[in-house]
Antibody
Framework: EVQLVESGGVVVQPGGSLRLSCAAS????????MHWVRQAPGKGLEWVSL????????YYADSVKGRFTISRDNSKNSLYLQMNSLRAEDTALYYC???????????????WGRGTLVTVSS | DIVMTQSPDSLAVSLGERATINCKSS????????????LAWYQQKPGQPPKLLIY???TRESGVPDRFSGSGSGTDFTLTISSLQAEDVAVYYC??????????FGPGTKVDIK
């Protein structure tokens, strides 16, 4: 089955760190760029980060640049998001999402996980 | 950043009737070199992740029912559900991918049954 499954979301204090994971299955993971997209409770969607199929290129939203790091381990079909210096405004459901086409950056998403909830609160 | 706006914020449509959602970008998302509009539409049902419906403004994703259609160019776009079904109750988002990596989404339009 083609799917993405996120994990790692917890309650963390402001200024804390957290690492999210996304396990991919059912498709050739290392052919596709991957993204993180987040959704604050009851709010809309915000793109967070992209990583190329080989991990050689990464991009970030201004709101997380310098604090978050995206990475991947193609041998484990896994995507990660290291989140440092967390703020209350980072509270959201974090989705892992697959870029539409292989070997290219389409910048839109044809497969989403169900998300993992990160709550930043003291 | 390109700002995406949607109208209306919400709408209620009778089963079998047409639903129309508008999306407007603060600048054109039409790339002149390939004449493509860098605009996608997603559907998010309650408690579920978003689902890709339309890309390049009018190309339906595989498996999406043909009652969903996208149109428009430049800065003004429309998602139309030609005959609303109960399973179409959801929030619909537009997204521009013209200005990368500064991707932006619209605020969403909630569709309910009247």
């Amino acid at each position: 089955e083609v799917q993405l499954v996120e994990s790692g979301g917890v309650v963390v204090q402001p200024g804390g760190s957290l690492r999210l994971s996304c396990a991919a299955s059912g498709f050739t993971f290392d052919d596709y760029a991957m993204h993180w997209v987040r959704q604050a409770p009851g709010k809309g969607l915000e793109w967070v980060s992209l990583i190329s199929w080989d991990g050689g290129s990464t991009y970030y939203a201004d709101s997380v640049k310098g604090r978050f790091t995206i990475s991947r381990d193609n041998s484990k079909n896994s995507l990660y998001l290291q989140m440092n210096s967390l703020r209350a405004e980072d509270t959201a459901l974090y989705y892992c999402a697959k870029d539409k086409s292989s070997g290219w950056f389409n910048w839109y998403f044809d497969l989403w996980g169900r998300g993992t909830l990160v709550t930043v609160s003291s | 950043d390109i700002v995406m706006t949607q109208s209306p914020d919400s709408l209620a449509v009778s089963l079998g009737e047409r639903a129309t959602i508008n999306c407007k970008s603060s600048q054109s998302v039409l790339y002149s070199s390939n004449n493509k509009n860098y605009l996608a539409w997603y559907q998010q049902k309650p408690g579920q992740p978003p689902k890709l419906l339309i890309y390049w403004a009018s190309t339906r994703e595989s498996g999406v029912p043909d009652r969903f259609s996208g149109s428009g160019s430049g800065t003004d776009f429309t998602l139309t559900i030609s005959s609303l079904q109960a399973e179409d109750v959801a929030v619909y988002y537009c997204q521009q991918y013209y200005s990368t990596p500064r991707l932006t989404f619209g605020p969403g339009t909630k569709v309910d049954i009247k």
